[in-house]
T-cell receptor
């Protein structure tokens, strides 16, 4: 079965600093990959997705992620963090032909220091 | 208006009570899902439905049941609530051929 690992439970960065959130997946073939953000008291919002093609994908709110097959990783990045980016971030994977089911990582809580 | 709505948004209930959580969507999607979120565990799939007549168990379906009343409505029931069902519950939708899911705002359920 596929699995998703987000090794960092909590990350704190200063406003204006760069950000990288790590995500590793375990699956034999190339899965579909997603990053979601959950702001306090809110549902999950899709930030970006990777299906195929260019391994660097752009998302909303200035986020990007890079798929690295050799490392089974799909790390999320942002060049300059804003205080409003404080939230919990989830990486998710879907199997091709798996009926649209997503497997989520355990999440990374981002704190932004002003 | 939100595309995926959930009612109630918050609920406190007692052990042994039956409770229903409701989800409605205006996205026109055929697939709907129920997840629960617990701190440190991420989201886990409870049930999913590909259409009104196709309902499937997820990884943690014990103690839960669902009903797909229409393409746009998917309800989750706890027949006899227990304290370890205290969690944040999310409904999500997707459409065949596309893997991204769209989430409702969640229902915070507390079982005392």
């Amino acid at each position: 079965a596929q699995s998703v690992t987000q090794p960092d439970i909590h990350i704190t960065v200063s406003e204006g600093a760069s950000l990288e959130l790590r995500c590793n997946y375990s699956y034999g073939a190339t899965p579909y990959l997603f990053w979601y953000v959950q702001s306090p008291g809110q549902g999950l919002q899709l930030l970006l997705k990777y299906f195929s093609g260019d391994t660097l994908v752009q998302g909303i709110k200035g986020f990007e992620a890079e798929f690295k097959r050799s490392q089974s990783s799909f790390n999320l990045r942002k060049p300059s963090v804003h205080w409003s980016d404080a939230a919990e971030y989830f990486c998710a994977v879907a199997l091709t032909g798996g009926g649209n089911k997503l497997t989520f990582g355990t999440g990374t809580q981002l704190k932004v220091e002003l | 208006d939100a595309d995926v709505t959930q009612t109630p948004r918050n609920r406190i209930t007692k052990t042994g009570k039956r409770i229903m959580l409701e989800c409605s969507q205006t996205k026109g999607h055929d697939r709907m899902y129920w997840y629960r979120q617990d701190p440190g565990l991420g989201l886990r799939l409870i049930y999913y439905s590909f259409d009104v007549k196709d309902i499937n168990k997820g990884e943690i379906s014990d103690g839960y049941s669902v009903s797909r009343q229409a393409q746009a409505k998917f309800s989750l029931s706890l027949e006899s609530a227990i304290p370890n069902q205290t969690a944040l519950y999310f409904c999500a939708t997707s459409t065949a051929g596309r893997y991204e899911q769209y989430f409702g705002p969640g229902t915070r359920l507390t079982v005392t």
